[in-house]
């Protein structure tokens, strides 16, 4: 059974940081290309950042380039998003995503929340 488990959110004030993580089981997650999407209330999902299945490369949305950080450890099946300097814009649910050709999961999400 294939199993997405996403963690760390909170209520944070602005500037702040948060590490989420997203603990999977039942693929080869070693293989698979894991991203971090988002979904703010009232807006289409979007894609946050994605590492490549050895960690070697990053890359994110513009919004957050120079704050978030996307990261793997392949020996735990886990994947991060390291949130520094945190906005108000920044609030929503957050969902891990992993991808291997023509099969995908979803995380159940984890919500983050930014404000005064």
């Known amino acids: 059974q294939v199993q997405l488990v996403a963690s760390g959110g909170d209520l944070v004030q602005p500037g702040e940081s948060l590490r989420l993580s997203c603990a999977t089981s039942?693929?080869?997650?070693?293989?698979?290309?894991m991203s971090w999407y988002r979904q703010a209330p009232g807006k289409e999902r979007e894609l946050v950042g994605s590492?490549?299945?050895?960690?070697?490369?990053?890359r994110y949305v513009d919004s957050v380039k120079g704050r978030f950080t996307v990261s793997r450890n392949n020996a735990k099946n886990t994947v991060y998003l390291q949130m520094n300097s945190l906005k108000a814009e920044d609030t929503a649910v957050y969902y891990c995503?992993?991808?291997?050709?023509?099969?995908?999961?979803w995380g159940q999400g984890t919500q983050v929340t930014v404000s005064s």
């Open positions: 590492i490549t299945k050895d960690g070697g490369s990053t």
């Open positions: 039942g693929f080869t997650f070693r293989y698979y290309v």
């Open positions: 995503y992993a991808i291997l050709m023509g099969r995908h999961y």
